[in-house]
C-alpha cells in the first residue's frame, strides 16, 4: 500500500491562509469518508486536528477545515498562527487489507 | 484524561526480539480498538497493527505480518506489540494510538525501537 501524496511543503504569512493536499486512490481517500489530519510537532506525538474529513476533534480551533472531493483531500488552515508551525499528515482508511494508509506528511512554515 | 504510556523500546540486534507495551488509563480500555504506528527517524508515519475492542480482530501491514504481533490484556488496561525478526527497517519510534471507530484520536508519546549490531 502506498503512502497518501502530499506536498512536502506550505508556507504562510501570520494572518494568511494555506491549503494543504492529499491524494490517493478510490480505495483509500476516495473510497471513505475517513479522512484525518494529523499535527505534529518536532519531538512530540501527533494531535488529530480532523476526522470524517471535515469534523473537528473539541478543542481544536476553527481556523482548521477539511474538505475532500474525488481521491484528494484537503485541510485549510486559516489565519495562521506561530504555533501553527508543524508537521501535518493525513490519514485515511483504506479497507480491511491495508486498514490505515498516511500521507507523505507536509512541513507547514509560518514566515 | 487519556493518558497513553509505551514502554519497552531499546536497542536490539537485527534479528532480534522486542516487546513493546502500552499503558491505558483514563478511559474504558475495553471499549475501544487500538493501534500501533510507528515512525522512523526524519521520516513520515507508517500503521503497524490494528486490534479490535476484544481482540477477536486483527489487522498488520505486509512490512511485519508475520514478524509482529498484536495482544491485549484488557483487564490490565495494556496493549502489547511483539516484535520478532528484527530488521535495521523497523528502527523508528512506536506509538500506541487509540481507535474510536475509524478515527485514530489519542496517541502517546512513543517508545524509540533501535536495530543495530
Known amino acids: 500500500q502506498s503512502a497518501l501524496t502530499q506536498p512536502p511543503s506550505a508556507s504562510g504569512s501570520p494572518g494568511q491562509s494555506v491549503t494543504i493536499s492529499c491524494t490517493g486512490t478510490s480505495s483509500d481517500v476516495g473510497g471513505y469518508n475517513y479522512v484525518s489530519w494529523y499535527q505534529q510537532h518536532p519531538g512530540k506525538a501527533p494531535k488529530l486536528m480532523i476526522y470524517?474529513?471535515?469534523k473537528r476533534p473539541s478543542g481544536v480551533p476553527d481556523r482548521f477545515s477539511g474538505s475532500k472531493s474525488g481521491n484528494t483531500a484537503s485541510l485549510t488552515v486559516s489565519g495562521l498562527q506561530a504555533e501553527d508551525e508543524a508537521d501535518y499528515y493525513c490519514s485515511s482508511y483504506a479497507g480491511s487489507n491495508n486498514f490505515y494508509v498516511f500521507g507523505t506528511g507536509t512541513k507547514v512554515t509560518v514566515l | 484524561e487519556v493518558q497513553l504510556v509505551e514502554s519497552g523500546g531499546g536497542l536490539v540486534q537485527p534479528g532480534g526480539s522486542l516487546r513493546l507495551s502500552c499503558a491505558a488509563s483514563g478511559f474504558t480500555f475495553s471499549s475501544y480498538e487500538m493501534n500501533w504506528v510507528r515512525q522512523a527517524p526524519g521520516k513520515g508515519l507508517e500503521w503497524v497493527s490494528y486490534i479490535s475492542s476484544s481482540g477477536s480482530t486483527i489487522y498488520y501491514a505486509d512490512s511485519v505480518k508475520g514478524r509482529f504481533t498484536i495482544s491485549r490484556d484488557n483487564a490490565k488496561n495494556s496493549l502489547y506489540l511483539q516484535m520478532n525478526s528484527l530488521r535495521a527497517e523497523d528502527t523508528a519510534v512506536y506509538y500506541c494510538?487509540?481507535?474510536?471507530?475509524?478515527?485514530?484520536?489519542?496517541w502517546g508519546q512513543g517508545t524509540l525501537v533501535t536495530v543495530s549490531s
Open positions: 470524517e474529513v471535515s
Open positions: 494510538a487509540r481507535d474510536d471507530t475509524m478515527i485514530v484520536d489519542y
